[in-house]
């Protein structure tokens, strides 16, 4: 087969990042025994949080801003292709349970769909316009988050996501793991994690799918933080639904009040199991009714509707 001029221009930009790079020094890897295959990925993966802490003022602007759209009703959207899209699904698939927010309010798009998530979609990375579209079957607001993830910062469905979220006045995040990204340059915040050339030349789920999902973690975690989802390091919004995360709430209640089992469950069951609203009627010493008029007064903010009940 002929290559084409558009192939040949494409080969030529992947070579020129630094994640797609080749590593001579690693052209035996396949040589070497096993424990020694791992040290060296073990090795590779160390300098990956070193990486994301370079990042971490502009992570830190790219969450403030986020939390800000979320406060007023906006949602969190993550579009990504691949490795990319995948993480982006996983993380806002983990924010209903975890902090107990509407599934729709943090939503993951993976471009060629839910098909995508376990086998190749081809082609789908490359359309920007399929990013158009599935923003638009979301109907996209001025008050939405988008943040479009891709580990070479070149790929058409992330980069056409911040393209079309920032024309219709959304916030945009680009997370990408090369400097000089289209992506970063696409969006208002960009995040570029450079973690280096992959120990499997251009195999971006490694090091760049690692630093990937330690930014989202933060992205969510700490917009949920600020969205008083936590008390403290406790996940009182967690969404009891099944005997572990049960379990679980009642430990939560335990740690945020001291109280005693008895106590804690006449509570929790006064208060449907809701962790928080069981919480505030212990320290504050509120009936249940009280307890979710005061955080429905305070956003959902445990420690303003525990000053609001000792007035």
Same mark, same amino acid.
């Given at each position: 087969m002929t290559p084409t001029p558009e192939s040949t221009g494409l080969r030529a930009q992947l070579a020129s990042l630094p994640t797609e790079a080749f590593r001579p020094e690693l052209a035996e890897i396949d040589r070497l025994s096993t424990l020694e295959i791992a040290t060296l990925m073990n090795g590779e993966d160390a300098g990956v949080p070193a990486a994301v802490a370079r990042e971490l003022p502009r992570i830190a602007a790219a969450v403030d801003a986020v939390a800000e759209r979320m406060a007023r009703?906006?949602?969190?959207?993550?579009?990504?292709?691949?490795?990319?899209?995948?993480?982006?699904?996983?993380?806002?698939?983990?924010?209903?349970?975890?902090?107990?927010?509407?599934?729709?309010?943090?939503?993951?798009?993976?471009?060629?769909?839910?098909?995508?998530?376990v086998t190749s979609v081809e082609g789908a990375e490359d359309s920007a316009e399929l990013a158009r579209r599935d923003l638009d079957a979301l109907g996209l607001t001025a008050g939405d988050a988008v943040v479009g993830v891709s580990a070479s910062g070149r790929t058409p469905y992330a980069v056409g996501a911040v393209e079309h979220a920032r024309a219709h006045g959304a916030l945009t995040v680009g997370?990408?793991?090369?400097?000089?990204?289209?992506?970063?340059?696409?969006?208002?915040?960009? +995040?570029?994690?450079?973690? &280096?050339?992959?120990?499997?030349?251009?195999?971006? %789920? =490694?090091? $760049?799918?690692?630093?990937?999902? @330690?930014?989202?973690?933060?992205?969510?975690?700490?917009?949920?933080?600020?969205?008083?989802?936590?008390?403290g390091n406790l996940m009182v919004d967690v969404r009891a639904s099944n005997d572990k995360l049960r379990a679980r709430s009642r430990r939560i209640v335990a740690l945020a009040?001291?109280?005693?089992?008895?106590?804690?469950?006449?509570?929790?069951?006064?208060?449907?199991?809701?962790?928080?609203?069981? +919480?505030?009627?212990?320290? &504050?010493?509120?009936?249940?009714?009280?307890?979710? %008029? =005061?955080? $429905?007064?305070?956003?959902?903010? @445990?420690?303003?509707a525990l000053v609001a009940a000792a007035r």
């Open positions: 009703g906006g949602r969190l959207v993550y579009a990504g292709a691949g490795t990319a899209g995948r993480l982006g699904v996983l993380d806002a698939s983990e924010c209903p349970p975890t902090f107990n927010t509407d599934p729709a309010q943090v939503v993951g798009l993976v471009a060629g769909g839910r098909d995508a998530l997370l990408a793991c090369n400097p000089g990204s289209a992506l970063a340059a696409a969006a208002e915040h960009g +995040i570029e994690v450079v973690v &280096g050339p992959e120990l499997i030349t251009g195999s971006t %789920r =490694l090091k $760049a799918g690692t630093a990937q999902k @330690l930014v989202l973690n933060m992205i969510s975690t700490i917009t949920m933080i600020r969205l008083g989802k936590t008390y009040t001291g109280a005693g089992d008895d106590e804690i469950e006449a509570a929790l069951a006064a208060t449907g199991g809701e962790v928080k609203d069981a +919480i505030l009627t212990i320290l &504050g010493q509120v009936d249940a009714p009280t307890a979710a %008029r =005061l955080l $429905a007064e305070s956003g959902g903010r @445990l420690r303003e």
